[in-house]
């Protein structure tokens, strides 16, 4: 079980799909179930999307009760790698617990540090796969193809919460209510902080060496 932390745009989300096409165990982003919760109608779909197009965190509860639910359907898969969550304290002891539950202890949560201003450009840039929730950039990473996902081949979206509205209230979210993780996690001896900026691949490799693969 492992946390990856960090600031929208930081690359959790992209980091984490490439150790799962690398066969590395299966990918929990909060994020991407809730739009998945979105685009199917569902009552929790219904529920998030105001908090969501705001920049503003979806309640605890809603959230707690999606990650108990998908993890019973896991089996005993132990190479979780959680992404977006936990991202408030509350989700992080409610965490806590469900893992004693399990027998699955936190390997190590992967923090992903990078400047507020390379995060804005990055988040503005930003487009996304409905289909797979693969990550580009419009001048960074471009599509081979523009418009379109290079792994999927669905039509690219530029996000509501990526729109410059609501970048700076999500940066704002995550420093009053996420930063507290970097703590409580770091006096546990969980914490692998690494400058998440500069070539991906090299970022990537440098994950990896936090996570002892
Ligand atoms: P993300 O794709 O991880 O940037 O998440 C997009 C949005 O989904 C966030 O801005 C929140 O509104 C919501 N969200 C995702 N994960 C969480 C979480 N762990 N707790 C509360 N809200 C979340």
């Known amino acids: 079980m492992w ?23 299966v990918q929990l982003s909060t994020g991407d179930l809730l739009r998945v919760a979105i685009s199917d109608g569902t009552e929790l779909g219904l529920k998030a999307k105001g908090f969501m197009d705001q ?3 979806v309640p605890d509860d809603l959230v707690i009760g999606l990650i108990k639910d998908k993890i019973k359907h896991l089996g ?9 969550f936990p ?31 390379e995060l804005i450009s990055r988040l503005s840039g930003r487009r996304t796969c409905p289909g797979c929730g693969a990550a580009f ?4 990473i471009p599509p081979r193809q523009e418009g379109l996902c290079d792994h999927c081949g669905k039509s690219l979206v530029h996000r509501k919460d990526d729109m410059p ?10 420093e009053d209510q996420t930063v507290p993780l970097i703590n409580y996690y770091e006096g546990r001896g969980l ?13 990537y490799e440098g994950i990896k060496k936090e996570m002892a693969l």
């Open 87 to 117: 991202r408030t304290l509350d989700q992080a002891k409610a965490l806590d617990k469900l893992l004693e539950e399990m027998s699955s202890p936190l390997k190590k949560v992967i923090y992903l540090k990078v400047e507020s201003s």
């Open 137 to 140: 950039h419009v001048e960074n």
């Open 3 to 25: 946390i990856f932390l960090g600031a929208p745009g930081s690359g959790k989300g992209t980091q984490a799909q490439q150790l799962v096409r690398d066969g590395f165990g």
């Open 76 to 84: 005993s898969n132990k190479n979780v790698l959680f992404d977006g």
């Open 191 to 203: 914490l692998g902080e690494l400058a998440a900026v500069g070539n991906p691949s090299e970022i």
């Open 165 to 174: 509205e609501a970048i700076g209230a999500r940066l704002k979210t995550y």
């Open 55 to 57: 920049g503003q965190l």
